[in-house]
């Protein structure tokens, strides 16, 4: 049963990564009924619980402690543990801040353990950033929850197309914008001038194509030494983001003579872009934080621009050049009708006009009216059932230990009771050994391959 409105509303999270665990707090803190420019006015009038789903990603101390989002607790839990804790607990609001099948295995587990009660809270998913890849996949597996949000005008009108094509209920689209853009809009160079490429932990994957990346921001250096060039890393080797990086800049860059104007960062996106000047990338949600800001930006076109690298999103946007065209000066000027069309606020007019907080008006209300909903809210309905997806649901419900019909199948990690000493070491154990292998032992087996 969900909190008495009349009391502190109650929001839980269940995040799977780093970056998820980001997009998920900051969310639940923007549409909360009765918030104030996205924050809440008074931090007692909310409580915030998150929950790490258990993974090769799971986001680590150092993280957490970069995100910046505070949670008055925090623990990690599998799929089923997560299950158990969701009829134990009450909360107002539960944002699922997770990988497609993970929302979708987690919204039939919570069909089945709210099966006999109406007193439930208003689920809310959707996506972290630029959503370039597996559209329909992605968003049929988040179809259910009460909300699903899209973060611009265009992913919305894209979000019901998909819906109504397959004959599935679209009224739970509902249009905000990326909850982390913010800061100081961009007032005029620094000194030194400094250059950020934004690199991104997939893309692209090859050694080749990495090296190549990093050999033209260090060549910038070079051609530029009155300007500081830096390398903006999302995690340290060993640790995993939302996607898998078998080849870190840090390994590459180690072969490297360095120019003293070159440096590796680490950080919160928000406070490098602070002293940005440029902002460099194949297709990072870092450029929209970028444009959010005025800050000028660049997309890179060097690899071409191509699906598989995500930087095809940005057609249109004005922002798409070479490192030959950087190294001789260029700065690109973004399309404004592009910029708007993204939920983008550069300027102070966000899609659909007001300000950049006011984006969030829409989700507040409908979240207001559903927590007031006489009787209690319905059961959730995925689009997905093992009759409508025999061949597909049940192999994504069995990868988080569940049947069916949602229930924990026999063997699952026992969910009454904390690990004990024992099987934490195990757990620790087998995720180092997971990363090692993936670091390190595949990109081996890989280039054996190739022989």
Request: hydrophobic content about 40%; proline content about 8%; overall charge neutral.
């Amino acid at each position: 049963m969900p909190a008495s409105t009349a009391n502190p509303p109650r929001i839980a999270v269940l995040a799977d990564s780093d970056t998820r665990w980001k997009w998920g707090a900051l969310t639940a803190s923007r549409i909360v009924p009765g918030s104030v420019s996205g924050v809440q006015a008074d931090p007692v009038h909310s409580v915030l619980d998150g929950f790490l789903l258990r993974g090769r990603a799971t986001p680590t101390p150092r993280q957490l402690a970069e995100v910046g989002v505070r949670a008055e607790s925090l623990r990690e839990v599998t799929a089923v543990e997560f299950l158990r804790a969701m009829t134990q607990e009450s909360y107002d609001v539960l944002v699922l801040a997770l990988v497609g099948g993970g929302v979708q295995a987690v919204l039939h587990g919570l069909k089945r353990v709210w099966e006999d009660t109406a007193e439930r809270p208003v689920v809310v998913t959707g996506y972290v950033g630029v959503v370039y890849e597996k559209l329909a996949d992605g968003l049929l597996l988040r179809h259910g929850a009460d909300l699903v949000l899209a973060n611009s005008r265009q992913d919305a009108e894209r979000f019901r197309a998909v819906y109504e094509g397959v004959g599935a209920d679209a009224s739970s689209v509902t249009e905000v914008a990326l909850p982390f853009l913010g800061g100081a809009p961009y007032s005029g160079e620094h000194d030194p001038y400094t250059v950020v490429f934004a690199a991104q932990p997939s893309v692209p994957e090859s050694r080749k194509d990495r090296t190549y990346l990093l050999n033209r921001l260090v060549q910038h250096a070079r051609l530029h030494p009155e300007r500081e060039v830096l390398l903006k890393l999302r995690s340290k080797p060993g640790e995993h983001t939302t996607h898998i990086e078998e080849l870190p800049y840090q390994k590459l860059a180690q072969r490297l003579d360095l120019p003293p104007n070159f440096r590796l960062v680490y950080g919160n996106m928000g406070e490098v872009l602070d002293r940005t000047d440029l902002l460099v990338t194949i297709s990072s949600t870092a450029a929209l934080e970028s444009l959010h800001r005025r800050v000028p930006t660049v997309v890179l076109s060097d690899l071409g621009v191509r699906e598989a690298l995500g930087n095809h999103h940005f057609v249109g946007s004005g922002c798409l050049a070479s490192w030959d065209q950087l190294d001789a000066g260029h700065r690109p000027t973004p399309d404004e009708e592009w910029v708007s069309r993204q939920g983008v606020a550069a300027g102070g007019t966000p899609s659909g006009g007001g300000s950049y907080d006011s984006s969030w008006d829409v989700a507040r209300e409908r979240i207001a009216k559903l927590l007031g909903r006489p009787g209690g809210l319905p059961p959730l309905t995925p689009y997905y059932t093992p009759a409508t997806a025999p061949g597909y649901l049940p192999g994504i419900l069995a990868r988080h230990h569940l049947g069916p019909d949602g229930s924990p199948l026999p063997g699952a990690p026992a969910a009454d009771k904390e690990p004990g000493p024992v099987r934490q070491i195990v757990r620790r154990a087998a995720r180092g050994a997971y990363r090692h292998g993936v670091q390190r032992v595949a990109p081996v087996i890989r280039r054996m391959g190739e022989l």
